[in-house]
T-cell receptor, first 113, second 113 residues
Framework: AQSVTQLDSQVPVFEEAPVELRCNYS??????LFWYVQYPNQGLQLLLK??????LVKGINGFEAEFNKSQTSFHLRKPSVHISDTAEYFC???????????FGAGTTVTVRA | NAGVTQTPKFRILKIGQSMTLQCAQD?????MYWYRQDPGMGLKLIYY???????DKGEVPNGYNVSRSTTEDFPLRLELAAPSQTSVYFC????????????FGQGTRLTVV
């Protein structure tokens, strides 16, 4: 099973500033990569996913992520955040021959005015 | 557009009591999962199922049991509740062997006192 490391547990950011959330995973075998968002008191919602093809993936709400195979990373970015982006963000990885997701510990993003 | 439905949303149990967390999906997905979410730990897989009648342990199965008599339902049973089982529980489902996306329920917040 994959090990997933989210390098920042808390990220405070001002409104309209850019944000980057870092994610590294353990194995360089073929993987599927995901970012999920959890708003307060809600379930997990898929932000974006990398299955194959272009290493730059665009998701909902203006987020994008870049897959870097050599660095086994899948960092999430947004050029300008809103107050409504305050949430917890989870990176998740699945080996292509597996049907289980491994999750990182999560990064809490707090957007301030 | 129900998706994955979990009941109850909240529950308080006394030590030693038992309960069943219900999970139902209406997307005809073969693969279903139970995760628990603890602060700073991300989501850990408890049990999963690849189809009706087939279940298997995840990372943290101790203290839990599951069954899968139908494609739609995947209940999680706690037989002797312990304080260590205080957590938020998420059920998820996926349509494919290769996990290209998982759909999550809203979660059940369980407190054992």
């Amino acid at each position: 099973a994959q090990s997933v490391t989210q390098l920042d547990s808390q990220v405070p950011v001002f409104e309209e500033a850019p944000v980057e959330l870092r994610c590294n995973y353990s194995s360089s075998v073929s993987v599927y990569l995901f970012w999920y968002v959890q708003y307060p008191n809600q379930g997990l919602q898929l932000l974006l996913k990398y299955l194959s093809g272009s290493t730059l993936v665009k998701g909902i709400n203006g987020f994008e992520a870049e897959f870097n195979k050599s660095q086994t990373s899948f960092h999430l970015r947004k050029p300008s955040v809103h107050i409504s982006d305050t949430a917890e963000y989870f990176c998740a990885v699945s080996d292509r021959d597996d049907y289980k997701l491994s999750f990182g510990a999560g990064t809490t993003v707090t957007v301030r005015a | 557009n129900a998706g994955v439905t979990q009941t109850p949303k909240f529950r308080i149990l006394k030590i030693g009591q038992s309960m069943t967390l219900q999970c139902a999906q209406d997307m005809n997905h073969n693969y279903m999962y139970w995760y628990r979410q603890d602060p700073g730990m991300g989501l850990k897989l408890i049990y999963y199922s690849v189809g009706a009648g087939i279940t298997d342990k995840g990372e943290v199965p101790n203290g839990y049991n599951v069954s899968r008599s139908t494609t739609e339902d995947f209940p999680l049973r706690l037989e002797l509740a312990a304080p260590s089982q205080t957590s938020v529980y998420f059920c998820a489902s996926s349509p494919e062997l290769r996990l290209t996306e998982a759909f999550f329920g809203q979660g059940t917040r369980l407190t054992v006192v």
